[in-house]
């Protein structure tokens, strides 16, 4: 499974040391299976006048510029669809097969994505119905990966 790319692109940095102590921890786990890599696109500071259509649509141009031409993109957001992690492994799994060997997962900032990238996106996923501080759902993202993968695998880690 080690020629399959996958790479994370958020808006933002980790501000919390425990998040990222934590993502560090499933990054280290999910290396074993697939190369990772991470991409950290600044988010757009807006002032009282600034409409959050614009600070979506600035955020949105620099995510879709770190995109591979030839990438899955994966969005992810309220608007996506919920899939047990037997599901997100299959489809991990359908898409190694093809041997479309990029695949590129997209968090946006407090205010979403961009109406664009997700019209570039090949399928929304959404992590819970319920609302979550970014740097969480980075962290439950890379354990569902994890997750996927150790079912790929028939490993004991998923119960």
């Known amino acids: 499974m080690a020629n399959m790319q996958i790479t994370l692109v958020t808006v933002g940095r980790f501000k919390d040391a425990c998040y990222r102590d934590a993502a560090q921890n499933y990054i280290k786990r999910l290396q074993h299976y697939v190369a990772y890599d991470e991409i ?3 988010e757009e500071r807006g002032g009282k006048n600034t409409r959050v259509s614009d600070i979506i649509e600035k955020e949105g141009h620099r995510l879709l510029s770190a995109l591979h031409p030839d990438a899955t993109v994966v969005a992810l957001g309220p608007s996506g669809k919920l899939c047990r992690s ?4 299959k489809r991990l799994n359908h898409v190694r097969v093809q041997r479309k060997s990029r695949l590129f997962f997209l968090l946006g900032g407090p205010f979403g994505l961009a109406s664009r990238v997700l019209s570039r996106a090949d399928w929304h996923l959404s992590l819970s119905p319920m609302t979550f501080p970014h740097e969480l759902a980075r962290v439950i993202l890379l354990e569902q990966l994890y ?13």
């Open 40 to 42: 950290e696109v600044r």
């Open 86 to 89: 037997e599901i997100l492994a």
């Open 147 to 159: 997750r996927a993968f150790t079912i790929i695998r028939g490993e004991n880690y998923h119960k």
